[in-house]
């Protein structure tokens, strides 16, 4: 062996050390499930916010569900009743490293519209088991099982999926999976068109890193230790093979979850579909926006599908 070829194999040995510490940095700091210091406190809560909050928690007719994912995992989910007899129920999926208990306004707006709620912590948050983040993918299957134990419950059962961020992201994935036709309607809000996308667009927000390699680094790494590769994770190829009503929510000011993505999802399917663009509203930001119009668009939207 020459010597050139030596220093070629160390240099060689030690870019993939490098590269794999690298891949595990970020799979660490992205996909395992942890206080994320890149996430924007929310310190002003409106009071519409502070009111649903203390409604949400101090329901007592409130009960909790439970599944064993496909994995073995215990998940776990905030069930509410109607405050008549339905048969209407909405799936409330939320976002990244969130839980059920943020989503008390979208509990409440549904309430309010006559559904029954159901709003599921996702595997490695809140009461859920798990050790990292599918960002929508794995959860899509999680999905499955909700929709399958509120149909146990009652077999006509008519429900409606519901997501902000990573949940919007969730329930899209969901929608291209072969659902049962009690799956009237989904609303995403703010979801992005695939993981490799919007990891793409943090790491140059964030780091001002290009994407190659470490996404691809990282989405390896992600199935060596998690079971999936982040292209699996493409809401873009779920929604080509959905064929459920949907009503695609975003605001024009979003920089986390970047509004051009809104075109991307809302071509991607060639189901019945809505848009409602929320103006100066940044990520997740449409409800707290404008409540009234927010709540009469979905209102509107459902009462196609939903009756």
């Not at 208990?101 to 509990?107: H, I, K, L």
């Not at 992201?169 to 809000?189: C, F, R, W």
């Not at 079971?227 to 920089?255: E, R, S």
């Not at 970047?258 to 991307?264: E, F, G, I």
């Amino acid at each position: 062996m020459t010597k050139k070829t030596k220093i070629f194999i160390i240099i060689l040995l030690l870019l993939v050390i490098i590269l794999g510490a690298a891949g595990n940095y970020f799979y660490n700091y992205a996909v395992v499930p942890a206080k994320k210091d890149f996430l924007a406190s929310d310190d002003h809560k409106s009071t519409q916010l502070v009111q649903a909050e203390k409604w949400f928690k101090n329901k007592n007719n409130r009960t909790y569900w439970h599944q064993r994912s496909k994995d073995g995992l215990k998940l776990s989910a905030i069930y509410l009743p109607a405050e008549t007899t339905s048969n209407k129920t909405v799936i409330v999926a939320h976002g990244y490293m969130g839980n059920a208990e943020d989503m008390a306004q979208y509990a409440d707006l549904f309430h309010q519209l006559g559904y029954n709620v159901l709003v599921p912590d996702a595997r490695g948050h809140g009461r859920s088991q798990g050790d990292y983040i599918g960002f929508g993918w794995d959860e899509r299957k999680d999905y499955l099982g909700w929709i399958k134990q509120i149909l146990h419950q009652n077999p006509t059962e008519q429900i409606v999926l519901d997501g902000v961020s990573m949940g919007a992201a969730t329930v899209m994935m969901t929608s291209g999976e072969k659902l049962p036709a009690n799956v009237k309607a989904v609303i995403e809000d703010c979801g992005y068109s695939s993981v490799t996308a919007e990891l793409t667009y943090q790491l140059k927000q964030m780091f001002n890193l290009p994407a190659f390699p470490l996404i691809n680094v990282t989405s390896l790494v992600t199935k060596l230790r998690a079971g999936y590769f982040f292209g699996d994770a493409d809401t873009l190829k779920q929604l080509h093979q959905n064929k459920t009503p949907i009503l695609f929510i975003h605001g024009d000011k979003d920089d986390f979850v970047p509004y051009s993505m809104l075109a991307k999802v809302y071509a991607a399917t060639d189901a019945p579909k809505e848009k409602y663009i929320v103006k100066g509203a940044k990520h997740a930001e449409a409800l707290t926006k404008d409540p009234v119009k927010y709540q009469q668009t979905v209102a509107d939207f459902l009462a196609h599908y939903v009756k």
